[in-house]
């Protein structure tokens, strides 16, 4: 089986013949890596359309900042943040998820436009989630997430934390296809840096293939994410560089997870990875043609 017809379909959203590209809008003042810059509603839709002109396939908005001790905002204000950019967005023809854990955000969001539902939680944050994405028929994203971004949560302890994410993701699929989730529009992802420190997400990016074995369509969110601080930084005690200068190397983790057979990868700089999963599918086409001509031989 080619890394490509093993990324999978995600039933509801477009197909695309190689890694999918999904570009960030946060509606945000706090947003760990850009919060701020596309607060107001029209700079963010403007945003989001240039995200799509530079290579995304998909654009994700969340009002919601999930940084380490981030202050939730309440529900009227996420939905006065987030429902008019997803209107915006899908009515210029932009494939829209939400980046939400309240139920009433991805109801009122599918509404608008938006095609996903990108929850932190896998829907554990709020027990109306799995319902209401059933209800709708639509895509859901399940991360790994084991709570809040506040104390002992931040630096998540593993014995094995590749067998430890595969079996916990497992547990959150099975219960999210018992509350009447379709399986084929079910996405998992590994939650890089959610209770994680920077070896934890190296490691899981070392086997993505262990995590393709859960048999659903995987998406990888490392862009600009503290490991990838620590990993830039000059010696282990040198400040890390900030995250908006951590792009160069947020695309070549799209590079790798894109060869690894991603279905997706979730970037703020979109240009780079867009070229990045570009290249990756050319060579996997490289490879199996030759494959296929050795065989014939």
Not at 213 to 222: E, F
Request: proline share 5%; charged share 25%; with cysteine.
């Amino acid at each position: 089986m080619s890394k490509q017809s093993g990324r999978g379909r995600v039933v509801g959203l477009p197909a695309w013949d190689r890694c999918a590209v999904m570009g960030v809008v946060n509606v945000t003042p706090d947003s760990f890596s850009d919060g701020g810059r596309w607060f107001d509603t029209t700079a963010a839709v403007k945003h989001g359309l240039a995200l799509v002109a530079e290579g995304a396939d998909l654009v994700d908005v969340g009002g919601e900042s999930t940084r380490p001790g981030a202050t939730r905002v309440d529900e009227a204000e996420e939905l006065k943040r987030v429902i008019p950019v997803v209107r915006g967005l899908a009515s210029e023809g932009v494939t829209v998820s939400v980046d939400t854990m309240r139920a009433s955000v991805a109801a009122q969001s599918l509404a608008a436009g938006a095609a996903l539902v990108n929850d932190v939680s896998g829907g554990l944050a709020d027990p109306a989630m799995i319902p209401v994405v059933a209800e709708a028929g639509a895509p859901f994203v399940v991360m790994h997430w084991r709570g809040f971004l506040e104390g002992g949560n931040v630096r998540g302890i593993y014995a094995d934390v590749v067998t430890e994410v595969i079996d916990e993701l497992h547990a959150r699929v099975e219960a999210v296809l018992a509350g009447g989730v379709s399986p084929d529009r079910i996405v998992v992802d590994p939650g890089l840096g959610f209770s994680k420190d920077a070896e934890h997400d190296l490691v899981l990016l070392a086997h993505l293939d262990r995590l393709l074995a859960l048999g659903h369509p995987l998406l990888v969110a490392a862009s600009r994410k503290r490991f990838l601080g620590r990993v830039l930084a000059s010696d282990p005690e040198a400040a890390p560089p900030p995250a908006r200068e951590r792009d160069a190397a947020t695309a070549a983790v799209s590079a790798l997870a894109a060869h690894a057979g991603a279905w997706a990868v979730r970037v703020h700089e979109v240009r780079a990875t867009a070229d990045a999963v570009r290249v990756a599918r050319a060579v996997e086409g490289a490879r199996e043609a030759n494959n296929s001509a050795e065989g014939d031989r």
